[in-house]
């Protein structure tokens, strides 16, 4: 299949071409032994969690068609997926010299440091896109957002409101939010689902046919909220 990601060095195909090879044994690795004495968050501390290879080759075109310039991404993981929306910031940016960024957050620490790494490996193009911020997003998020293109939620379920609700009013006409596993955990994701189907909160939405689902959604609110 085409890989929209052109004029990309080879040095970064290879890295995300291991990191989701990585990330797919993994997730194939894991039993229900797993999660015999152990609740779910606490198997995947230490796993990727990684947006699937095509999903996240599809949220990279997604921002070039939209021309997305300021992402944010509620739950970075090891930062694979953080890459692909640094990729496309700084593609769309390099073209008129603006300012591009992609806001990153991660409560885990560890996973954190891994991210970094990665975007190292990447070098200087993708690394001083990302803006990472480490603890609750619920704090995080707080302040300097500003025209908001689109919104990541790849993260555990029951802060993908909370993120949206604290981004929405940052986001501009138009901007595109993308949730992961809206099929496969459409119970756990039901409040993010009712909030962004009631037509008061002025989104328009349709759920893709990726494997578990991904919800994109475009914010289309009356002239007077945007």
């Known amino acids: 299949m085409p890989n929209p990601l052109v004029d990309v060095p080879e040095h970064i195909h290879a890295l995300l071409s291991r990191l989701h090879a990585e990330s797919s ?4 690795a894991l039993s229900a032994a797993d999660f015999a004495n152990r609740t779910f968050d606490e ?12 999903k996240a080759q599809f949220v990279y075109q997604l921002c070039r068609a939209i021309n997305a310039k300021h992402v944010v991404e509620a739950g970075t993981s ?27 957050t991660e409560y885990e620490a560890a996973k954190a440091a891994k991210a970094r ?13 990302i803006d990472l911020r480490e603890g609750d997003l619920r704090e995080t998020l707080q302040s300097d957002l ?5 919104l990541l939620l790849d993260i555990w379920t029951p802060m993908a409101l909370p993120a949206l609700k604290l981004v929405q009013p940052h986001m501009r006409h138009g901007a595109v939010v993308v949730a992961d596993n809206t099929i496969g955990s459409a119970e756990k994701y039901k409040d993010l689902l009712d909030y962004l ?5 002025h989104f328009s939405n349709m759920t893709l046919p990726f494997h578990n689902g991904l919800e994109v959604s475009v914010y289309l609110p009356p002239k007077s909220d945007s």
């Open 25 to 28: 044994a993994q997730e194939s």
């Open 43 to 54: 198997v995947m501390q230490d796993k990727f969690i990684a947006l699937d290879q095509d």
């Open 78 to 104: 090891f930062g694979v997926s953080t890459i692909y929306l640094a990729l496309a910031v700084a593609a769309n940016t390099s073209r008129t010299g603006e300012v591009g960024r992609v806001i990153a």
């Open 117 to 129: 790494e990665h975007w190292r490996e990447c070098g200087e193009e993708v690394l001083a896109t």
């Open 146 to 150: 500003h025209d908001i293109d689109f």
């Open 197 to 201: 189907r009631d037509p008061a909160n």
